[in-house]
C-alpha cells in the first residue's frame, strides 16, 4: 500500500517536472510565414550591402509586423478556460457529439481565430473546433463528431488552444490538462432471437395461468385469505357473489451467455479479432434478450459474471463487456521428476 501510494506520487512529481520543462507557448511557421520571413532576410541582407535607407524603412516595417503579430496573437491566447462535455454513453460505430466551450475571462479584449484541439491518450488529435471570436467575459460553444472504432475506455488528456491571429504568418499554440474519460460500448447488431414457448405471447412477460403477474386473464370466486384488492366489484354486484380477478403468472426466463476470456499462451492477433467478435456478438444477443424482457448473465471463463434485465437496462452489462481484458492462461508446470537414489558401494 505505502508502495504503491509513493510510486503514484513520484509519477506526479516526475510529470509535473516534465510540464514545467515544456515552453509556454510554441510557435510554427504557416507557408505564408515562411514566405515572409524569406522576404524579410533578403530584404535585411540588401539593406546592409547597399546601405539604402527605404529598405532599412521596409525592413523596420517588415520586423514590426513580426512584433504585432507575436503580441495580438499572445492576448488572444491569454485568460481561456476550456471545458468539454462528454456524451453519457458512447457506442462503436454510431457516431457520438462532444462540446467544447471556450471561456473569455478577459475584460476588454476579445480573442480571434482561437482553434481548440481535443487531446486523447495514445491516438492521434484529429478532432478540433474553431471560434472566429471570442467577446470579454462570454463564453462559445461548439461540438465535433466523432464515430468510435474500438470498445474500451476513451482517455482525454487535455487540450492545444492555437491561434494565428491577425495575419496567419505564424501559429502560436499552448496545451492546457484536462481530464476526463468516456467508455465506448461494444458495437451492437439485430439480433433475431428464436420463437417463444407455447402459451407465452410474442413481447410479454406473462403466461396465461394463475400467477401473480400484472395482466389479468379472468374473474373466479374469492376464498378465504385472498387479497380483498382484486376484488371485481362490478361483476360481485351482477352475481351477487364476491368474485376477483384472476391474474396471469410471470416468466421471465433467465438467459446465460459465456464468454472466452482466457487468452492461451502464445495467442497472436487472430485469436484477439475472434475475442472482439465474441463480445460484439454476446453484447448484440444480450440487448435483444433484454428488449424480449428477460434476465442475462454473461459469465466469463475467468470467472467474471454480469446480470441485467429491463428493469436497470443494458448499461451495466454493455459497460463491463467493454472494459473487459483478457486474462493470460497460466503456464503449465511441468511435473517434477523423482530423483534417481545412487547405488551403494
Known sequence: ??????????????????????????????????????????????????????????????????????????????????????????????????????????????????????????????????????????????????????????????????????????????EVPADGDLVIYPAVDPVQLAATGQGRSPGADTMVGRGRGEEFVGVKLMRDGEDPRDVHWRKSAAVGQMVMRERAREMRPDVTLTLDAIRPAGAGDEWLASFERGIREVASRSVAHLKRGDRVSVHTTAGGVVRADRAFGADPLLRYLALLEPVMAPAATKPAVPAVPEPAQ
Open 1 to 174: 500500500m505505502a508502495a504503491s501510494l509513493s510510486a503514484s506520487r513520484s509519477d506526479r512529481w516526475w510529470s509535473a517536472w516534465g510540464r514545467s520543462l515544456r515552453p509556454p507557448r510554441r510557435l510554427k511557421f504557416t507557408r505564408e510565414g515562411k514566405f515572409f520571413v524569406g522576404i524579410t532576410l533578403g530584404v535585411g541582407f540588401a539593406a546592409i550591402n547597399t546601405a539604402n535607407n527605404l529598405l532599412y524603412l521596409l525592413l523596420g516595417m517588415l520586423l514590426a509586423l513580426i512584433v504585432v503579430s507575436g503580441i495580438m496573437s499572445e492576448l488572444s491566447l491569454r485568460d481561456l478556460t476550456v471545458l468539454r462535455r462528454l456524451p453519457l454513453r458512447a457506442q462503436v460505430g454510431r457516431a457520438h457529439l462532444v462540446e467544447i466551450e471556450v471561456y473569455n475571462h478577459k475584460r476588454r479584449v476579445p480573442s480571434y481565430a482561437i482553434e481548440v484541439e481535443d487531446l486523447r491518450a495514445g491516438q492521434p488529435a484529429d478532432k478540433r473546433c474553431f471560434f472566429l471570436k471570442i467577446s470579454p467575459k462570454s463564453a462559445q460553444v461548439a461540438a465535433y463528431r466523432r464515430t468510435p472504432t474500438r470498445r474500451g475506455r476513451d482517455v482525454h488528456v487535455g487540450f492545444r488552444i492555437a491561434t494565428r491571429f491577425p495575419f496567419g504568418l505564424f501559429e502560436k499554440s499552448r
